[in-house]
């Protein structure tokens, strides 16, 4: 492996600015990195000389004292964000040769911190998957038992697998339900929702508005924290952005947790859990205790709802938001002899069977004579399980649990979606609370694959997200490599 | 059947007797903003076709809309002046639905919590009756683009200039009951829209425009089935096509038929309505709040510091000038109906007779601007002039056969009214010795006249005076003519 490689976000800022190494030797570094593991396809769109060019600027920057917080540090984008005059395509059919005029806001702070773009990740269509197998130009490999081809899951797939195979130093990713914090565990890095609002979702292609929400995917919970500072704020364009100042990240990783009350929630333990995971949860709970916390249980009567209920509304809002690819502005377009024919030709060959299926399911669920029995009745269990979480919070700082029920799985060994929509289990419910989330790796199954526990806190504490997950990163001493990064 | 056989408007005579109409309006008013309602893009009319596009207005990936402010308040302001309820909450909500000139596939509108609740609004009849027409709600929508199908053969193209642009619809209870009753509800719709200054009411330019639902029955029964008329945009094609859509409705009901409850086009060529869509073709809309926006909230005091800037309204300013002016009811509704009007009456009237300064610019003014294809605002003779017009003939300075001429002459030079009375030399004569010259000279010149009216011909009188004014040009006071010529000729 190239030295280079080895740096993560944090440190190999601080070598940077130490002017150990250029911006541009790194970047370099890293489209060495991209090239060696282009089999996982992590890539959809590689810009190098885009990316030199930003490299070059960094480096001046460095040398004229003038770095900013991300200076000369190369990442990967998800394919969900608008980037200018870079193809996004939203890893779909009908957005095949989009390129927007414009650069969404948490893309834009990265590159105004100084951050270096390598290109575009691969993902789930418009997001929707847990396998990064509906991309339009086909699944990503996740760099973990290389040649049993599992999957890097997803949506946030191609970011999972490209911090993973350290073929990026870091990754944007977006997560509707579990996009960022499930594909981390499977790929054994650090994902990071934020609370809903924290960033802004201008200029990220919309799969459900209520839920989406932009974070990183790094190696490391101070790389998260580093990334978060940069990403997050508020933003007039998007009337759902919080209008609130995030402290300095950076400044909460070693507070500890000494008296900090961590809950356990019962539901989170069932059925269909992975023995190794059970055994990693357990000792997670027992790192946490070594490291000052207090461990209560406590009680979310209604996750057992979260995933119907994100499958009405996840779906409902999905089905309105895709209705602009028609055919008509941009995108791909079926001609046809009218007006109707055209939408459906154009949508038909654009869309894949996921989206299709949930663009179906949205529609049904909003009709007249079902919207009081699915739409309504799922916002109202949705209000209760954001209560759950309320009342939890009365009696507890953070709450703990797995953040899948397996690790990964082989890649086209799920055909079923409602298993495949089991994968999110753990992870949705704080989606539909709007709660900020954190998996991070804590050991190896059997198989030598990942296992990833999650963190949850209440609205807006991402500062003590962080210093609870600094903590448990410090016991679980997770530091493997997979078989399939970059040497 | 109507007893005189002269029928009441809004009723219809069948073969099985008098139908009624039901009549309830939708307007939708295009709020005087100079953006979107929920982008920066300009919502200037005229503009060169898609030059008035965002990103947002183009529905581009991952673009989201930001509600402008300024629509919040003219819609609160407007239902202030609808004496309605205002809703601290309001939701808006996605109408979802295809269309190539909809590029979002939705239309944001309010759908189950509009801005503003319930009211109502008096409208003044012909016969200077009243009524009061309830209101159901008012809400704000985006508009849709403009599809365009007659610029190539087999291709339909689209202006997306309108997309997004703020509208209010104002939805009336189904309280009005004649075509007439329709086209003063829009009226004073119109008229309160431009007091407040929330919408220009210009319906050439599609600021304003109207669905009406009709439904007939007769008297005291339930209501009958509906149909909508789409998209009317003159008062005169509002009152032509209720008409045409009630006698339709009648005339399926007298023959045994059933009407379908569909939406209806209104043809201008033909006068006649034609069906659109049925209501089994109808769309589901798919309605549900829209997740980019939150719930629109504002408190009390807010709404009360909009209603501080309130100008005084059609209803108050009415009563006013009935009181100050002393002035008819019927000229002050007349007055009241456009701003312009009023605020021009009352710098005209200020300091001078009311009814006069009323009668001189309802008949004499709005005329010839009518004849000359002129408005009030670019009027050649100013309100200062008028009241100078009215207060020369109040004082006798000139008589009111005279003001006419001096008018005339104002509304080509502009000129003050006493300025044109000194040049031309037009000052009424009221000096007895003068008039006395005049009449001396009429009697001695029509000898035999004077005899004959001497001898029982009163009706000559008139013939005298006539004479005597027409010797002094028209300047002679009348008044004193009259008495002079009864004392000299009796």
């Avoid at chain 1, 929707?128 to 509906?134: D, L, V």
């Avoid at chain 1, 499977?186 to 994902?191: D, L, N, P, S």
């Avoid at chain 1, 009342?391 to 979606?417: A, H, M």
């Avoid at chain 2, 304003?208 to 029964?221: F, P, Q, T």
Wanted: charged share 25%; net charge negative; glycine share 8%.
């Amino acid at each position: 492996m190239s030295d280079l490689l080895k740096f993560d976000l944090l440190s190999a800022s601080i070598a940077l600015k130490n002017k150990e190494f250029s911006s541009l030797e790194l970047t370099n570094a890293y489209f060495e990195a991209i090239e060696k593991t282009s089999a996982l396809g992590a890539y959809l769109e590689i810009i190098k000389d885009h990316s030199m060019n930003m490299a070059k600027a960094s480096d001046k920057n460095i040398n004229n004292g003038t770095s900013r917080p991300l200076e000369g540090l190369p990442i990967g984008v998800k394919d969900m964000f608008c980037t200018k005059d870079i193809k996004t395509t939203a890893s779909s059919k009908i957005l095949e040769n989009f390129c927007p005029t414009y650069e969404s806001t948490v893309t834009q702070n990265l590159w105004d911190d100084g951050a270096v773009m390598l290109g575009k990740l691969s993902c789930d269509e418009f997001a929707m998957g847990s396998s990064n197998e509906t991309a339009a130009k086909g699944n990503v490999v996740n760099p973990w038992l290389k040649n049993s081809k599992m999957s890097p899951g997803g949506s946030s797939g191609g970011s999972a697998s490209a911090v993973a195979s350290r073929s990026a130093l870091a990754a944007t990713g977006t997560d509707t339900g579990g996009s960022i914090r499930q594909p981390a565990a499977f790929c054994g890095v650090t994902g990071l929702k934020p609370t809903y609002g924290r960033c802004s979702r201008w200029g990220i292609v919309a799969f459900s508005s209520s839920l989406d929400q932009a974070g990183p995917l790094t190696r490391t919970v101070s790389d998260a924290a580093l990334m978060l500072n940069s990403m997050a704020g508020y933003d007039k364009k998007d009337s759902t952005s919080a209008n609130l100042e995030m402290p300095d990240l950076m400044n909460y990783l070693d507070k500890g947790i000494k008296g900090k009350k961590i809950g356990i929630p019962k539901e989170y333990t069932q059925d269909g859990i992975s023995q190794d995971i059970v055994k990693f949860y357990e000792k997670s709970i027992n790192w946490l205790k070594e490291s000052g916390a207090e461990i209560l249980p406590v009680s979310l009567p209604h996750t057992k709802y979260a995933l119907p209920v994100y499958y009405i509304i996840a779906p409902a809002e999905a089905s309105s938001n895709l209705a602009r690819y028609d055919g008509v502005r941009y995108g791909k377009r079926n001609e046809a002899a009218s007006l109707d024919e055209m939408y459906e030709i154009t949508r038909g060959n654009g869309f894949g069977e996921e989206v299709k299926r949930r663009i179906m399911i949205g529609t049904y669920v909003l009709s007249s004579g079902y919207y009081d029995a699915y739409y309504l009745k799922a916002q109202k269990v949705r209000r209760l399980i954001k209560e759950d979480f309320d009342n939890v919070f009365e009696e507890v700082d953070y709450i703990l649990t797995p953040s899948t029920p397996t690790t990964s799985f082989e890649l086209g060994q799920k055909q079923d979606p409602l298993t495949m929509y089991l994968n999110d289990i753990f992870t949705v419910p704080a989606s539909l609370a709007g709660l900020p989330g954190i998996s991070l790796p804590v050991g190896l199954d059997k198989s030598g694959l990942p296992i990833g526990i999650q963190l949850i806190a209440n609205s807006f504490d991402e500062p003590g997200l962080i210093s609870t997950a600094r903590a448990l990163e410090r016991s679980a001493e997770f530091n493997f490599i997979p078989d399939g990064a970059a040497t | 059947m109507s007893e005189t056989g002269i029928l009441k408007p809004g009723h219809i005579n069948g073969e099985t007797g008098t139908w009624e109409m039901v009549i309830g309006l939708e307007i939708h008013a295009q709020i005087s903003s100079k953006s979107k309602l929920f982008s920066g893009a300009s919502a200037s009319f005229g503009a060169e076709a898609n030059s008035n596009v965002s990103l947002v207005d183009a529905a581009m990936p991952g673009m989201l809309p930001v509600i402008n402010e300024f629509c919040i308040e003219q819609a609160v302001k407007t239902g202030l002046a609808l004496n309605a309820k205002i809703n601290n909450v309001s939701v808006f909500d996605r109408k979802n639905y295809f269309y190539a000139d909809l590029p979002q596939g939705y239309q944001i509108s309010q759908f189950t919590k509009p801005i503003v609740g319930e009211g109502e609004i008096i409208i003044d009849l012909d016969n200077g009756k009243q009524t009061t027409i309830g209101i159901e709600r008012l809400h704000l929508e985006q508009d849709a683009g403009k599809s365009l199908h007659d610029q190539h053969p087999s291709k339909s193209f689209i202006d997306l200039n309108r997309t997004g642009v703020a509208l209010m619809e104002i939805v009336s209870k189904p309280d009005i009951r004649s075509p007439q009753e329709a086209g003063a509800y829009v009226k004073k719709i119109r008229s309160i829209l431009r007091y407040v200054g929330a919408c220009d009411g210009n319906m050439e330019e599609g600021s304003l425009r109207a669905d009406c639902n009709v439904s007939v029955r007769k008297s005291g029964e339930e209501f009958g089935t509906r149909c909508e008329i789409k998209n009317l945009n003159s008062i005169r094609f509002i009152i032509q096509a209720i008409q045409s859509e009630a006698e339709r409705q009648v005339d399926i009901l007298e023959s045994g038929g059933k009407i379908n409850q569909e939406t209806r086009l209104f043809d201008t060529s033909t006068g006649e309505t034609r069906s659109m869509r049925s209501k089994e073709d109808a769309h589901d809309y798919r309605y549900f709040p829209d997740p980019d926006l939150l719930p629109l909230e504002f408190s009390d005091s807010w709404v009360q510091e909009i209603k501080k800037t309130l100008p005084e309204l059609p209803d108050s300013l009415k009563k006013r000038l009935v009181n100050d002016f002393e002035i008819t009811p019927y000229d002050a509704s007349i007055l009241v109906e456009e701003k312009d009007y009023v605020d021009f009456y009352q710098k005209a009237a200020k300091g001078q007779d009311g009814k006069l300064t009323a009668n001189w610019m309802i008949t004499e003014l709005f005329g010839a601007l009518k004849k000359e294809n002129l408005t009030l605002s670019n009027s050649p003779i100013s309100p200062e002039n008028l009241g100078k017009l009215v207060s020369l003939i109040s004082k006798g300075t000139i008589s009111g056969k005279i003001a006419k001429d001096v008018f005339a002459e104002m509304m080509t030079s502009k000129n003050s009214p006493s300025d044109i009375v000194k040049d031309k030399g037009l000052e009424q004569v009221s000096d007895d010795t003068e008039i006395l010259k005049l009449i001396d000279k009429v009697i001695s010149e029509n000898k035999d006249k004077v005899n004959d009216y001497l001898g029982g011909k009163d009706k000559l009188f008139g013939f005298f005076v006539g004479q005597v004014m027409k010797l002094s040009q028209g300047k002679a006071n009348p008044g004193i003519v009259n008495n002079l010529l009864k004392e000299k000729l009796k």
